[in-house]
């Protein structure tokens, strides 16, 4: 029985996506949203701009806040309560390092950006062919 599950979120609708199908598909079940700061882009990292905060994990969570909200927005229309968390780094890696944690991952097939469209949700691969726990890929 899948009674913990993780579910990566950026603001992509393919993480709503993921999001809804645990909310509809396992009632009950104690869902930790995970965001990630700091990944690569095309146009250099995130990271480099972290960097230059005074405070970086202050500037994370702050990033994170609106795929957070608007995450316990969708969770409240189904009276669920979700648990958040952050994490600095590369995308797969941290998703793949709190895996262990849980019965399942639910994943988005791919990001926001056409980046992320063109490579084919390469997060999503890597989380799928390496993570420890079943994974449920949402399109």
Known sequence: MISRILIPMDDSEMAQRALEYVLENHPGAEITV???V???SPWGTEATSLALEEDIEEA??????EVFNDARNLAAEYDVEITTEVQLGHPARAILNRADDFDAVVIGSHGGSLVDRLVVGD???KVFRNSPVPVIVAR
């Open 34 to 36: 995970l965001h990630v």
């Open 38 to 40: 700091g990944g690569p």
């Open 60 to 65: 994370a969570e702050e990033r994170a806040e």
């Open 123 to 125: 997060v999503a691969q």
